[in-house]
């Protein structure tokens, strides 16, 4: 059992940064892919980012490459998604979430919701133009 917590969320003008952070607080998620998905009102979850077990391989969707990096620290314990040059589209409530499966190299990198086991309750960001 895992039990992810992010945190980091916040308003922001747009083109100003934030980064969020997902920690377990129950379990580890440092032998697991990570992945941040978020979700706008009325839209569906989507996929945003995710990171291998390796902490070098990592993904992203079109509309957030080349603003937002995912990261992993402290032994692998803790996900970051430092997010640069904010719209208001990138205004969604923030999920990570982990995969629960080991790879023996580390370079799998999920994308599907359906790939993720365990999610956190989300952190809201919020961009005003």
């Known amino acids: 059992q895992v039990q992810l917590v992010e945190s980091g969320g916040g308003l922001v003008q747009a083109t100003d940064s934030l980064r969020l952070s997902c920690a377990a607080s129950?379990?580890?998620?440092?032998?697991?892919?990570v992945g941040w998905f978020r979700q706008a009102p009325g839209k569906e979850r989507e996929f945003v980012a995710a990171?291998?077990?390796?902490?070098?391989?990592?993904h992203y969707s079109d509309s957030v490459k080349g603003r937002f990096t995912i990261s992993r620290h402290n032994t692998r314990k803790v996900v970051t998604l430092q997010m640069n040059s904010l719209g208001p589209g990138d205004k969604a409530v923030y999920y990570c979430?982990?995969?629960?499966?080991?790879?023996?190299?580390?370079?799998?990198?999920?994308?599907?919701?359906?790939?993720?086991?365990?999610w956190g309750r989300g952190t809201q960001v919020t961009v005003s133009s």
């Open positions: 129950v379990g580890t998620i440092s032998n697991y892919a």
């Open positions: 990171i291998g077990r390796n902490g070098v391989s990592s």
């Open positions: 979430a982990t995969n629960s499966e080991y790879d023996s190299d580390g370079t799998n990198v999920p994308k599907m919701k359906s790939s993720f086991v365990y």
